[in-house]
């Protein structure tokens, strides 16, 4: 008897293989959380006037802040570029601009004031006449608002369930089932993977990541589908089981998935590597719910995908052989 | 199609695509002085802030937005705390700094009779507080403002951050701080107006006078809707019976936020305000109303603005040109791919993609909502990338249904045949994602989903219509079809 690669007998392995990185993302999570980077922080802000702008000093206040934190050992999270302070009524500029470092929670505030000290008394002995102010302010954790969240989240489910119907439709229900369990899987799978791999992520991108796998795992599985309905219409599948047919099939479907899947890693990493960091922070680890569909899809897929062919396969041979009660009569007859 | 009247076509759609491509994505000087400058619809398309090229004006774009402090009653700066010591006569010093206590290490100043109880922070004044960033919180969310964020800041001050694309930034931090009770009152002028609205010793609160007030633009003009409820009715009825020239006054704590003439008996449920509001400004009153309505308090504590800075684009200045530069990388390969594979069949893939960037191009410029910004790069990206991969689907049909013998015009009608329900099905399961998250999602999401949808149906139009023509005008200037394409025909195996 041939051994093929997509076998039910394989199932319990695979999803012990989900259910182990489930698990340990699970308790992880517990643990720890996402390694979601907040607002929260402390503000290191200096603020100068046009006597030490004109003097084209605004890269001396930066040389002096930084060179101030070396030698004190501490370093800055985040900088913000110089920015114009403004008239609160026109929002014209008032002459006055802020150049803001942000500080984990953890660095001392002895330290900061120290550092708040030699900048000050560096910059004044610099610029002769000019207003320097140095404030460190305690910055909490941002708001979170949750209704562009949740309305999301509800906007992807019922956008899930309409293309899992078309999928349906289309397809047949053996499909969309699987299509349902691998949306589920590659969701969990993300979430679980994101706990453990501790990727620095913004506070709601765990949601856009479910989101994203959501997204690719349904248009990868929709490839597979596509695939599967074409070369089943062989008349050579017919004398087949399952096991066997979805095994040939896959051979070929693999490889047009596979492309899918290279062309849209090409992308993520792509926009990963060229784009500014705030987008390539966002960008590169999508290649996670992507490996995530990949290996759903090409892996997973096919052997959930297995019971549910055997039952289409039934159901085919019995409507194959109903005649009808009139004919089936007449025959009689 | 003959080749004369494929070259004429060929040439046509060539300058339509050159021209369009010039207007879409070229900027150039009009004169040798370089003061009449042609911008690109791609140029004068808006931008997202976070992208840092909002426009501002006729010409000058800025990124990011604003950020404001606001400050309670009793909280001040340090700076302007030093400043007003330092301005201060010798004898008012000691005066000025016995009412001041330093907090957060001299960052801000608190002052000892508003905010201390003793040497502590008052709770009232702690509940006031909290009591007054949860509204603000909830009426930075319910504007639905992308990219505006609220921070508390050394406790006992707020950060809002609003972006530059936000128009009314500057009224809207000063209408954000504003607390306390809603109340209506009625008069001639603002000094003798009575308040009709909570009744005096009724007990009743605004909540029970007003269901909802909420903001709507239709035909081009905004409003702030007042729901009444029967008691809000008979409130305003009854004090405007018999007016001529009275105004009613809508006041949230001790600021009026509109001021409406009355020139005769208003009794209606639902009273419509236009004024001079536009979309954001009506929105912005209503929300400060209807929050006032529902949480409003006479001890409500009100924010002013204190410190307001511009901020940079929060992806950086440059954010906007390494994205076209990722854009333009992801493009590239896709062309290179189609030109080693296909040969000079890559060339109906190009006009194919032109096309398409250029319909998307014009929608983003044309569609008032849509900005240029991360969410609708990456959903033009997600189409052009659609479309490469139905491109090359048919080609791959068409390549499989000439190696088996067919020729050419038979194998690309059969192959497109083959792989049109594939190309379909793709293309209206993404736009089918795209326009219904556009319609439940909010801020970035609903600009990428949109995007997302428009370009999946411009990407299948392309991919199915402008490829096979492009395709179709194309051919007849190869003397060998196959080799145009990079086709072979199956190799069979001749029997002894």
Same mark, same amino acid.
């Given at each position: ?117 030699? %900048? ?41 369930? %309409? %293309? ?134 090409? %892996? ?34 | ?40 619809? +791609? ?283 990722? +854009? ?34 014009? !929608? ?13 790069? +990456? ?50 399961? +993404? ?53 145009? !394409? ?11």
């Amino acid at each position: 008897m041939t051994k093929h690669f997509y076998s039910l007998k394989k199932l319990p392995l695979f999803a012990a293989i989900s259910a182990v990185i489930l698990i340990a993302g699970i308790v992880l999570y517990a643990l720890f959380g996402f390694n979601v980077e907040t607002c929260a922080g402390k503000d290191f802000s200096v603020t100068y006037d046009a006597v030490i702008s004109i003097a084209e000093g605004g890269d001396r206040v930066e040389e002096v802040c930084e060179s101030t934190f070396d030698s004190l050992g501490i370093s800055y999270e985040s900088k913000t570029e110089i920015s114009s302070d403004l008239d609160n009524a026109s929002l014209a500029e008032n002459g006055d601009y802020t150049v803001t470092y942000t500080f984990a929670e953890d660095v001392s505030n002895e330290t900061l004031a120290s550092a708040k000290e030699t %900048v000050e008394s560096t910059l004044t002995s610099e610029f002769a006449g000019s207003d320097v102010y140095i404030a460190v302010h305690e910055v909490d954790a941002g708001a979170r608002f949750y209704e562009p969240v949740w309305r999301g989240a509800v906007a992807l489910a019922v956008a899930a369930i %309409v %293309v899992l119907v078309y999928i349906g439709f289309r397809f047949g229900w053996g499909r969309t089932l699987t299509g349902l369990v691998l949306v589920v899987h590659d969701v969990l799978l993300t979430l679980a993977l994101l706990a453990i791999t501790r990727i620095p992520v913004a506070p709601f991108a765990p949601l856009a990541f479910a989101a994203a796998a959501v997204v690719i795992s349904l248009i990868v599985w929709l490839v597979q589908c596509m695939k599967m309905r074409e070369t089943f219409k062989d008349p050579a599948f017919r004398t087949m089981d399952a096991e066997e047919a979805v095994s040939e099939c896959c051979k070929a479907s693999n490889k047009t998935t596979g492309y899918v899947i290279a062309a849209l890693a090409v992308v993520f990493i792509v926009l990963g590597a060229v784009a500014a960091p705030g987008v390539r922070a966002f960008f590169l680890p999508l290649l996670l719910p992507l490996a995530v569909s990949a290996y759903s899809s090409l %892996v997973l897929g096919p052997i959930v995908y297995l019971p549910m062919k055997r039952m289409d396969d039934r159901s085919s041979a019995k409507k194959a052989r109903y005649v009808g009660k009139k004919k089936a009569e007449q025959a009689e007859e | 199609m003959g080749k004369v009247k494929s070259a004429i076509v060929l040439t046509l759609i060539t300058i339509v695509i050159a021209v369009l491509c010039v207007v879409c994505f070229v900027p150039f000087p009009c004169d040798g002085n370089g003061l009449n400058y042609f911008n690109s619809i +791609l140029g004068i398309a808006e931008k997202d802030a976070e992208l840092g090229g909002y426009l501002i004006g006729e010409t000058d774009y800025v990124g990011g937005g604003y950020t404001a402090v606001l400050y309670p009653e009793g909280v001040i700066s340090g700076r302007d705390y030093e400043n007003d010591l330092s301005a201060s006569s010798e004898e008012d010093q000691a005066e000025y700094a016995e009412k001041y206590s330093s907090y957060s290490n001299g960052a801000i100043y608190l002052e000892k009779e508003t905010v201390l109880d003793g040497t502590e922070v008052s709770e009232s004044f702690k509940e006031n507080f909290s009591h007054s960033v949860e509204v603000l919180k909830e009426r930075v969310e319910r504007l639905h403002i992308s990219s505006a964020s609220v921070n508390v800041v050394d406790d006992y001050t707020v950060e809002v951050s609003l972006p530059a694309s936000y128009e009314i930034s500057g009224a809207a931090f000063d209408y954000l701080g504003r607390m306390g009770e809603l109340t209506v009152s009625f008069g001639s002028d603002e000094e003798s107006a009575e308040v009709i609205i909570p009744e005096a010793r009724s007990g009743l609160t605004a909540e029970d006078y007003f269901k909802s007030i909420s903001a709507r633009t239709s035909a081009g003009v905004s409003y702030v809707i007042f729901n009444m409820t029967d008691e809000g009715r008979a409130a305003i009825a009854e004090a405007t019976d018999g007016a001529t020239s009275s105004y009613l006054y809508f006041y949230v704590g001790d600021e009026p936020l509109i001021t409406l003439t009355v020139s005769e008996q208003i009794d209606q449920s639902s009273l419509y305000i236009s004024g001079s509001y536009d979309k954001q400004s009506s929105e912005l009153v209503a929300t400060i109303l209807d929050t006032a309505r529902t949480s409003g308090s006479e001890e409500g504590l009100s924010l002013s603005v204190g410190t307001l800075r511009r901020d940079h684009a929060a992806y950086g200045d440059s954010a906007q040109w390494m994205l076209y530069i990722a +854009l333009g990388v992801v493009l590239l390969a896709s062309l290179v791919y189609f030109f080693v594979r296909y040969s000079r069949l890559g060339f109906a893939h190009l006009y194919t993609m032109l096309v398409y960037l250029i319909a998307m191009t014009l !929608c983003i410029w044309a569609i008032d909502f849509l900005t240029l910004g991360v969410g609708s790069v +990456l959903a033009v990206l997600f189409g052009a990338v659609t479309l490469s991969v139905s491109d090359a689907m048919a080609y791959e049909y068409a390549r499989k249904e000439y190696a088996t013998g067919k020729t050419m015009t038979f194998a690309v009608k059969s192959g497109y045949k083959k792989c049109f329900f594939h190309i379909f099905d793709l293309h209206i399961v +993404l736009a089918a994602v795209g326009f219904i998250t556009y319609f439940i999602a909010l801020t970035e999401l609903s600009v990428f989903a949109f995007t997302l949808g428009i370009g999946m149906f411009f990407a299948g139009v392309c991919s199915l219509a402008v490829n096979r023509f492009c395709w179709y005008i194309m051919m007849p200037f190869a003397k060998d079809k196959a080799k145009f !394409c990079r086709f072979k025909r199956e190799e069979v195996e001749e029997d002894d």
